[in-house]
């Protein structure tokens, strides 16, 4: 088994008893191309991570691979296809980190509309020198319209948290919600009209070819002047460009930012010297508990494969 990240040992443990493990050790970096496609020739699992491209050239070299578990719900660094077409299983960690992705979501929104991060700084930097009438001002959550893109478990989870806050919730997906309509009063909406009316608008999709590049000029040209933008699903969903074009005209209010198209982040990134956009460095999922709970589907899955039985949350 090669694990791609140093993971907490009590993670790890229960797989020693029984197999070869090994695991990439550098604490603050993922593993190198070459380390990998080494490793993974002779690998009959991989425990992945979204910073490995595991692509047609890496499955198809791996002889012995039969399983590939990734420690997120997205997979869109894996070649899901080529997996497929070489018998190798392929899981994800879905469900276990909704409401924790939910919650961060919703906490980006808050910062990102009531200016927190940009406070905080200010007055560690000692720039809190009087209370200004004016100063901070943002936008509200309460009673205001949210526009969610991807009505998936995680934005169904959004949407049900917004309801604490009085706020209308409009979403636009593939398929129709009906029961959470009924039951919730969420109301489904053609995205150009989830973009004209939403005071925010998550984007909460898979990257997938239909998601690229969704959230485009055409599109932010069409949301309010006043509108705050969140996106904590994958940066290739939005046009950065765009998004920098929109900010800084200031024709959308503010942005909030959990993903970037290229992640880490490169610190000369044009979007990171606008004020009016909020950045964290991908931490939809990181709770400590969730984590645990998403390693733990791996390790499962992984052993499942190995041992000739049925993994959770099968992919191909
Ligand atoms: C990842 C995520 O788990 O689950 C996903 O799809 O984006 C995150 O929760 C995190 O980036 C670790 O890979």
């Given amino acids: 088994?090669?694990?791609?990240?140093?993971?907490?040992?009590?993670?790890?443990a229960p797989l020693?008893?029984?197999?070869?493990?090994?695991?990439?050790?550098e604490e603050a970096s993922s593993?190198?191309?070459?380390?990998?496609?080494?490793?993974?020739?002779?690998?009959?699992?991989?425990?992945?991570?979204?910073?490995?491209?595991?692509?047609?050239?890496?499955?198809?070299q791996s002889p012995n691979l039969k399983v590939i578990s990734n420690l997120a719900v997205g997979y869109n660094n894996i070649d899901i296809e080529t997996a497929k077409a070489n018998g190798i299983i392929v899981t994800n960690t879905p469900d276990v980190l909704t409401e924790t992705t939910a919650d961060l979501a919703f906490g980006l929104m808050m910062m990102t509309a009531r200016r927190l991060g940009e406070a905080e700084?200010?007055?560690r930097a000692g720039e809190w020198k009087s209370w200004t009438p004016m100063g901070y001002v943002g936008m509200d959550l309460y009673r205001a319209k949210l526009g969610i893109i991807g009505m998936g478990r995680i934005g169904e989870a959004v949407a049900r948290r917004a309801r604490g806050f009085d706020m209308d919730v409009l979403y636009h997906n593939r398929t129709r919600r009906h029961e959470s309509e009924s039951m919730y009063g969420f109301v489904y909406?053609?995205?150009?009209?989830?973009?004209?009316?939403?005071?925010?608008v998550v984007v909460l999709a898979p990257l997938t070819e239909e998601t690229r590049?969704?959230?485009?000029?055409?599109?932010?040209?069409?949301?309010?002047?006043?509108?705050?933008f969140i996106n904590v699903a994958r940066g290739e969903i939005v046009d950065e460009e765009a998004l920098y074009d929109a900010l800084h005209e200031k024709r959308i209010w503010a942005a909030g930012l959990d993903v970037f198209a290229k992640e880490p982040v490169s610190?000369?990134?044009?979007?990171?010297?606008?004020?009016?956009?909020?950045?964290?460095?991908?931490?939809?999922?990181?709770?400590?508990?969730?984590?645990?709970?998403?390693?733990?589907?791996?390790r499962q899955a992984i052993v499942?494969?190995?041992?000739?039985?049925?993994?959770?949350?099968?992919l191909t």
């Fill in 31 to 60: 593993v190198p191309r070459d380390v990998l496609l080494e490793e993974a020739s002779t690998a009959h699992a991989l425990w992945t991570m979204l910073s490995d491209s595991i692509d047609r050239e890496l499955i198809e």
């Fill in 1 to 12: 088994i090669y694990i791609t990240r140093r993971l907490p040992e009590e993670a790890v």
């Fill in 304 to 314: 499942n494969v190995l041992e000739g039985e049925e993994p959770k949350n099968r």
């Fill in 16 to 25: 020693r008893e029984n197999y070869e493990v090994r695991m990439w050790s």
């Fill in 121 to 123: 700084r200010d007055l």
């Fill in 189 to 200: 909406a053609e995205l150009d009209k989830l973009l004209a009316e939403s005071d925010f």
């Fill in 213 to 228: 590049g969704l959230i485009d000029a055409k599109a932010l040209a069409k949301m309010k002047s006043t509108a705050v």
């Fill in 267 to 298: 610190m000369d990134h044009p979007l990171l010297t606008l004020p009016n956009v909020t950045t964290l460095p991908h931490i939809g999922s990181a709770s400590i508990k969730t984590r645990l709970a998403m390693m733990e589907l791996n």
